[in-house]
């Protein structure tokens, strides 16, 4: 199985941009999704591949990747925006799912 | 609107079984691959298992492989999760997932159930 490497903790002033990062061998080979979850809910899928962005979400979200770092990047931060951060993608098996252990993004 | 509920959870000593139902709704269950993804309290997301859209293929974790066992009905649009020899380290909340793409799984996760909480403990 392959591993995917987060940042515990990021913050940002409200308004600002933050970047969370993911690292792992597998996605040298594949795409990454980035989840949303605040607490008490279900994840919430806001970003996807090279660059696909579901329904809803707020284009402040973006994403992209390079080598092995994949990266969520939040433009003009909202308050709404606190939660944790989660990126997912396959092993280098290709038939397992893997999730970075998370980002917990505080907004000052 | 597509819709997923879990249900099947609750508290269970370690080495008895449990099965969890995730009962899908607003889409065509029978084309899509469905998974499980399961959260221990405080701690992040772990995935579980993968079922392809007709049942022929199924992937699992190493923590729960040889241990549960993923199946779906798709008359029924039911996902199910059988869990055998349960450990307090399985321990969580389980979400189903839906796969974004339809057919055979490309393990983005478009639409979650609200969860349900499988509790170990003698």
């Known amino acids: 199985s392959s591993e995917l490497t987060q940042d515990p903790a990021v913050s940002v002033a409200l308004g600002q941009t933050v970047r969370i990062t993911c690292q792992g061998d597998?996605?040298?080979?594949?795409?990454a999704g980035w989840y949303q979850q605040k607490p008490g809910q279900a994840p919430l899928l806001v970003f996807y591949g090279k660059n696909n962005r579901p329904s809803g979400i707020p284009d402040r979200f973006s994403g992209s990747i390079s080598g092995n770092t994949a990266s969520l990047t939040i433009t003009g931060a909202r308050a709404e925006d606190e939660a944790d951060y989660y990126c997912?993608?396959?092993?280098?098996?290709?038939?397992?799912?893997?999730f970075g252990g998370g980002t917990k993004v505080t907004v000052l | 609107q597509v819709q997923l509920v879990e249900s099947g959870g609750g508290v269970v000593q370690p080495g008895r079984s449990l099965r969890l139902s995730c009962v899908a709704s607003g889409f065509t269950f029978s084309t899509y691959g469905m998974h499980w993804v399961r959260q221990a309290p405080g701690k992040g997301l772990e995935w579980v298992a993968i079922i392809w859209y007709d049942g022929q293929n199924k992937y699992y974790a190493d923590s729960v492989k040889g241990r549960f066992t993923v199946s779906r009905d798709n008359s029924k649009s039911t996902l199910y999760l059988q869990m055998d020899s349960l450990r307090v380290e399985d321990t969580a909340v389980y979400y189903c997932?839906?796969?974004?793409?339809?057919?055979?799984?490309?393990?983005?996760?478009?639409?979650w159930g609200q969860g349900t909480l499988v509790t170990v403990s003698s």
């Open positions: 997912n993608s396959r092993d280098n098996t290709g038939y397992h799912g893997v």
């Open positions: 997932a839906r796969d974004l793409r339809e057919w055979f799984g490309e393990f983005d996760f478009d639409h």
């Open positions: 597998s996605l040298r080979s594949y795409d």
